[in-house]
């Protein structure tokens, strides 16, 4: 299942827009860290530290899955178990949908983070597309995909906040919530403390 969609730039991996609608009140703080997780990822790609076009982001049962297209980075969260050939076609109807957009207009003019909302409401549009994976259309996409190679290079998190630590880097998360404070640096404790 989508649970978390941020799209950026990734020039200077600033968020245009997401989509949480599955955000309930007793999911909120764990969905205030992992939209964290998905900016740090963003700002990661912004700065080159991730370069391959398509990734998947191993995070315990979780994954996010990012594609970059066109300056543009498309950033997914899901449960381990959800496709992973669904969901890169997910993050492609939604780069297919901000195609039809006017790129200099929208995109380029944007200067507060989250505020192309209305593109928010397609993303939703779009997810409820992919929640079940058993849909006629869903099961059409894989076996038109199985065979198909999926170019895709998957890596842990810890590997991430490990070279960003090996280069020096500790940034602080910027949240109004003292409890979501904590360096970019120690996801992995954030959530180990959680359980």
Known sequence: MVKVTIIGRVEDGFP???DQ???NRQDNASFLLYKQ????????????SL?????????DHHSFHFLVEKKICYITLSDSSYPRKLLFHYLQDLQKELDKFDETVLIKTISKPYSFVGF????????????DT???ANLS?????RKQELHVVTEHINDIIQRRQ???????????????SRYSCSFQSKIDYDR
């Open 120 to 131: 928010g409401k397609i993303i939703g549009r779009i997810r409820k597309q992919y929640m």
């Open 37 to 48: 997780q998905a900016e740090f990822l963003l700002t990661q790609i912004s700065k080159g």
């Open 16 to 18: 245009l827009t997401q």
């Open 51 to 59: 370069l391959h076009p398509k990734m998947t982001i191993l995070l």
């Open 141 to 145: 996409k894989l076996n038109a995909l």
């Open 166 to 180: 090996l280069l020096g880097y500790c940034v602080k998360m910027d949240t109004s919530d003292d409890h979501y």
């Open 134 to 136: 058993r849909t006629q």
């Open 21 to 23: 609608t599955y955000v």
